[in-house]
């Protein structure tokens, strides 16, 4: 959901053949109850415990919904499969490939589409935030993006796949004005604007304008 592909998910195993078959709509494959909450869980995906439900394997839906089939793999196996072997799977073109080349690219093959946000970190978060964002960029139509804090929490090895993935962007006509703090983007920056002197009414002031290696 974090990703913003959740509903395409969905939506493309409603209208399989399956699906279809069944009488089922997008809204019955959302973990809530009335809807396609597991029965155990309701949806929580988590047992008395704060364990992964053993009925839905820490999914949040029915067991019958898990089985319904697309492209010969179960929605259980489409949310369970690592992305880095999912983005194999998945057609050429469209939103949900794009949105998982590019947490790929951030670092984030190894999740799954099932994992809850809330079990995420806050730079596995943030990383999702810019992959959603960042999903919407196509070769041959340029766009300006505006990032705030990208790289905010992130070590340097995983700042360094930001940075990779925005400068592959640039290069296909993309620009970023970007809002950051960590020094490993700063220093990677085309050009660099700090703004000061002090935060609120003391801030505001055009202090530097120039190359990173000019003040960093």
């Known amino acids: 959901t974090l990703a913003g592909v959740w509903s395409e998910v969905r939506t493309a195993f409603a209208e399989s053949e399956e699906g279809r078959i069944r009488g089922l709509s997008a809204s019955a ?10 029965h155990t869980c309701g949806g929580r995906a988590l047992d008395s415990h704060h364990l992964p439900c053993t009925d839905c394997l820490g999914l ?14 179960s929605l259980q196996e489409w949310l369970s499969t ?3 072997r999912l983005e194999k799977r998945l057609p050429g073109r469209g939103r949900l490939r794009m949105t998982v080349k590019m947490l790929i690219a951030l670092g984030l093959g190894g999740r799954t589409l099932g994992e809850r946000g809330r079990f995420l970190s806050l730079g596995e978060r943030g990383r999702i935030a810019l992959a959603r964002a960042l ?3 196509r070769p ?8 705030d804090e990208p790289c905010l929490g992130l070590p340097v090895t995983e700042a360094r ?8 962007l640039c290069k296909e006509g993309h620009s970023f004005w970007v ?3 960590h020094e490993y983007l700063l220093r990677s920056a085309d050009w660099m604007l700090e703004i000061g002197p002090s935060a609120g009414v003391d801030g505001g002031q055009l202090v530097f304008e120039g190359l990173p290696e000019q003040v960093i």
Not at 29 to 38: E, H, K, M
Request: one cysteine or more; charged letters at 30%; glycine letters at 8%.
């Open 29 to 38: 494959l959302v973990a809530r109850p009335g809807q396609g909450a597991c």
């Open 60 to 73: 949040g839906l029915r067991a019958d919904l898990l089985e319904l089939r697309l492209r010969n793999r």
């Open 82 to 84: 690592p992305l880095d």
């Open 135 to 137: 999903s919407k960029a």
């Open 140 to 147: 041959g139509f340029p766009k300006l993006f505006l990032l």
């Open 161 to 168: 796949r930001v940075v990779e993935l925005l400068r592959s």
């Open 179 to 181: 809002v950051e703090h």
